[in-house]
């Protein structure tokens, strides 16, 4: 499966996990890419060989570290893309995989008291602080069964207001159709053209520290089926890819990770997370001529991890 030379990938949030991933993998497949992506200086030297990499294959790659979030960068933004696409390039693929949210709890936790570690050490006569001092460490060690007896997350004493709430869902939702209008507007999309959006399953279950991220990928998935609707007259398909728990450095930024990590690990049929390149490879096959039936779906990338009810 390879692209034309006048195909381009519109990536917002491209320098690291799904977007940069994808952006191998359509690199390989000769597809033109501009990235927008917003990092500080000092992740610069990590990035920078990964989009060297990414030109080495041969393909045009226009990178702007900018907020794509930002009103009035837009324009700007939008301006450098057609120059880019030049008068015969159109965008083939738009994929939003912008990760900014705030990671608060709803309310001040409450902790329960927990006896397991107490009742087990005492079982095998051990103190519990020395217990609890080893299965921490193996936890940490990559023994995940072990997360239901490893200390609990910390969590932010802050908790999730009104603006957190707001500007979450701009940023990870409702952007998303913003981007794909703005771009619409300029004729810049090709006549065959996708829209994808990135969710998880915190759209269905809750996650602490998650609810208003889980808020921002409902409102995305739902403006992904009015766009499906909407926008088919003018040959755009509009999906949402759903990955399963993935590695990343938006997975690091939840409190509670590491559990959430173990978790999913656990549940999974491959006893695997899923990766980026996973991800990547599927959004490819979307992006591709033979999915061009493919509108309006949540498709779900995680080695039927959604399924598993537990632990095999």
């Not at 940023?171 to 619409?184: D, E, H, K, N, R």
């Not at 992904?224 to 926008?231: D, G, Q, S, T």
């Not at 939840?254 to 006893?271: K, S, W």
């Amino acid at each position: 499966m390879t692209f034309a030379s006048t195909d381009w990938a519109v990536i917002l949030g491209g320098s690291s996990g799904f977007g940069l991933a994808t952006a191998h993998e359509l690199a390989r497949r000769g597809m033109q890419l501009f990235v927008v992506h917003r990092d500080r200086r000092g992740a610069m030297a990590r990035i920078e060989p990964e989009f060297e990499a990414i030109r080495r294959d041969g393909v045009t790659l226009v990178t702007v570290n900018a907020d794509a979030l930002d009103a009035a960068v837009r324009p700007e933004l939008l301006d450098r893309l057609a120059t880019a696409l030049g008068a015969a390039g159109r965008v083939r693929l738009l994929l939003h995989s912008i990760a900014f949210g705030n990671l608060k709890l709803v309310a001040p936790e409450r902790r329960a008291d927990r006896h397991v570690l107490g009742a087990l050490a005492a079982e095998i006569g051990l103190p519990e602080e020395r217990l609890g001092t080893a299965v921490n460490r193996l936890f940490a060690d990559g023994v995940e069964e072990l997360a239901a007896l490893a200390d609990a997350p910390a969590y932010p004493a802050a908790v999730l207001d009104e603006e957190d709430l707001a500007r979450t869902i701009d940023a990870m939702g409702t952007s998303f159709l913003v981007w794909t209008q703005a771009i619409l507007a300029r004729g810049l999309f090709a006549d065959d053209a996708r829209v994808l959006g990135m969710t998880s399953e915190g759209n269905q279950l809750a996650w602490k520290g998650y609810a208003a991220v889980a808020a921002a990928k409902v409102a995305l998935e739902s403006v992904a089926r009015a766009m499906a609707v909407e926008l088919a007259p003018y040959g755009i398909r509009a999906n949402v890819v759903q990955a399963g728990v993935t590695d990343t450095p938006a997975l690091r930024a939840i409190p509670g990770h590491t559990h959430l990590r173990a978790q999913a690990r656990l549940r999974n049929p491959f006893r695997r997370l899923t990766t980026p390149a996973d991800v990547a490879r599927v959004i490819c096959l979307l992006a591709s001529d033979e999915a061009a039936w493919i509108n309006g779906e949540v498709i779900r990338v995680d080695g039927g991890e959604h399924v598993s009810g537990g632990i095999a």
